[in-house]
């Protein structure tokens, strides 16, 4: 698993984690039932806190990506991922809403932005399986 951290961004650590094993996942690099490092080897790994990554595996734990099995370790859910649900929803509004308002801010046109949208999604769907 690839995981690049920009340790001088204003995202925090556990959310660009959060976000990258999200983005493995739905680009086929991550598959159901991989298993993950451990909170310990993969704090090792990246330099960073384990509360860090504890925290990052907790979210996305809650949110239904991944399980936390005794003998297995962390893995990918076996099971699928989480449907479109009510709370993913609103989120996506509030984060592109966000966007949003900066691309006009910035002079973007609503169809430039929305290229842009597109371009992302298929970029990150074009990429399952390959590397």
Same mark, same amino acid.
């Given at each position: 698993?690839?995981?690049?951290?920009?340790?001088?961004?204003?995202? +925090?650590? *556990?959310?660009?984690?959060?976000?990258?094993?999200?983005?493995?996942? $739905?680009?086929?690099?991550?598959?159901?039932?991989?298993?993950? +490092?451990?909170?310990?080897?993969?704090?090792?790994?990246?330099?960073?806190?384990?509360?860090?990554?504890?925290?990052?595996?907790?979210?996305?734990?809650?949110?239904?990506?991944?399980?936390?099995?005794?003998?297995?370790?962390?893995?990918?859910? +076996?099971?699928?991922? +989480?449907?479109?649900? #009510?709370?993913? #929803?609103?989120?996506?509004?509030?984060?592109?809403?966000?966007? $949003?308002?900066?691309?006009?801010?910035?002079?973007?046109?609503? #169809?430039?932005?929305?290229?842009?949208?597109?371009?992302? *999604?298929?970029?990150?769907?074009?990429?399952?399986?390959?590397?």
């Amino acid at each position: 698993m690839f995981i690049e951290l920009d340790l001088q961004s204003e995202t +925090p650590i *556990y959310a660009q984690l959060v976000d990258q094993i999200v983005e493995g996942i $739905a680009s086929g690099e991550l598959k159901r039932g991989d298993p993950l +490092p451990s909170v310990r080897r993969l704090a090792e790994e990246l330099g960073i806190n384990l509360h860090t990554v504890n925290k990052s595996y907790n979210l996305l734990k809650q949110e239904g990506f991944l399980q936390v099995h005794r003998k297995q370790g962390v893995i990918v859910h +076996p099971d699928g991922m +989480p449907g479109v649900t #009510e709370a993913f #929803e609103a989120k996506l509004q509030r984060q592109l809403r966000s966007l $949003a308002a900066e691309a006009a801010v910035r002079g973007m046109t609503e #169809e430039a932005f929305t290229e842009e949208s597109r371009s992302v *999604y298929r970029d990150t769907i074009t990429n399952r399986g390959g590397g």
